[in-house]
């Protein structure tokens, strides 16, 4: 690791770059003891297509974004603690390759690096940094992960009733318990999920009936939860909608991207780790 670089000139310049590319959007990454261990682009698997995202890898921390020009401009910020972080190898695809996923209690997705040396650096600097910080802080391993969301296009009928076809007048939704794809008839039902957000989420009915047992035996309550009021089924039930939103809407963002051709295909994948 690189713990001799903590709080020198070097590693400030690294971590003062990275806040000047997000800008005042982002939030302040400098703190004593931070270094910025290594950086680069992966895939991420978003609700409606792969995107590429830039990823920092900080002794404490994972940070990514979103690409307005490459190594110049990021947006939509995310933060997660290392302690929190989970890595789980996935099988590789025609579609995609050298993939694995990074498993938290607030949100689990799935990346690809563009060569499998690239991916198993990423693994093992970022499972070496997992396991010194819960040293550290004394935490044993997370072991409540939130549930990835199934992509949009992975399915054309609802996972749950699997009668509903989806449309362009008929929306997909995501249970935030179990992230299948279903209809709206199939979800109208929200649930109080603390690890993901302080207001009740949507959820899809076999999750909640199994969640509204849980709580029942374990608190002897026959009110467990609450349904939606009517006509709230497709509504939107969290910032979690809010935060797929954004991977959504950064179509404008990612038309800076080299030529709009596939991300692989463009040849500016890159990742860097310090010593």
């Given at each position: 690791?690189?713990?001799?670089?903590?709080?020198?000139?070097?590693?400030?310049?690294?971590?003062?770059?990275?806040?000047?590319?997000?800008?005042?959007?982002?939030?302040?990454?400098?703190?004593?003891?931070?270094?910025?261990?290594?950086?680069?682009?992966?895939?991420?698997?978003?609700?409606?297509?792969?995107?590429?995202?830039?990823?920092?890898?900080?002794?404490?921390?994972?940070?990514?974004?979103?690409?307005?020009?490459?190594?110049?401009?990021?947006?939509?910020?995310?933060?997660?603690?290392?302690?929190?972080?989970?890595?789980?190898?996935?099988?590789?695809?025609?579609?995609?390759?050298?993939?694995?996923?990074i498993r938290t209690a607030k949100k689990s997705f799935a990346v690809s690096a563009a060569s499998a040396t690239e991916r198993q650096e990423w693994v093992s600097h970022i499972e070496e940094c997992v396991r010194r910080q819960l040293r550290a802080t004394?935490?044993?391993?997370?072991?409540?992960?939130?549930?990835?969301?199934?992509?949009?296009?992975?399915?054309?009928?609802?996972?749950?009733?699997?009668?509903?076809?989806?449309?362009?007048?008929?929306?997909?939704?995501?249970?935030?318990?179990?992230?299948?794809?279903?209809?709206?008839?199939?979800?109208?039902?929200?649930?109080?999920?603390?690890?993901?957000?302080?207001?009740?989420?949507?959820?899809?009915?076999?999750?909640?009936?199994?969640?509204?047992?849980?709580?029942?035996?374990?608190?002897?309550?026959?009110?467990?939860?609450?349904?939606?009021?009517?006509?709230?089924?497709?509504?939107?039930?969290?910032?979690e909608d809010e935060d797929d939103s954004e991977d959504d809407k950064e179509g404008s963002g990612d038309s800076d991207w080299p030529s709009r051709v596939k991300f692989y295909a463009a040849g500016v994948s890159w990742s860097s780790f310090h010593s």
């Open positions: 690791m690189v713990e001799h670089l903590a709080n020198t000139e070097v590693n400030s310049q690294r971590i003062a770059a990275v806040e000047s590319c997000f800008g005042a959007s982002g939030q302040p990454l400098a703190l004593p003891g931070r270094v910025l261990l290594g950086e680069g682009v992966l895939t991420k698997e978003c609700r409606k297509k792969a995107k590429p995202r830039v990823f920092f890898l900080f002794n404490d921390i994972l940070v990514y974004g979103s690409i307005v020009l490459s190594r110049r401009r990021y947006r939509s910020q995310r933060i997660i603690p290392l302690e929190e972080v989970t890595l789980e190898p996935l099988p590789e695809t025609l579609q995609a390759k050298n993939r694995w996923m004394g935490r044993p391993p997370s072991t409540e992960h939130a549930a990835p969301w199934i992509p949009d296009k992975a399915t054309d009928i609802c996972m749950r009733c699997t009668q509903t076809r989806f449309s362009a007048l008929t929306r997909r939704h995501h249970c935030r318990q179990c992230g299948f794809v279903v209809c709206a008839e199939c979800s109208r039902a929200r649930f109080l999920l603390p690890r993901l957000s302080p207001k009740p989420l949507r959820v899809c009915s076999l999750c909640y009936r199994e969640l509204a047992a849980q709580q029942r035996a374990g608190a002897g309550e026959d009110d467990a939860g609450e349904g939606p009021p009517a006509g709230a089924g497709s509504g939107a039930s969290s910032g």
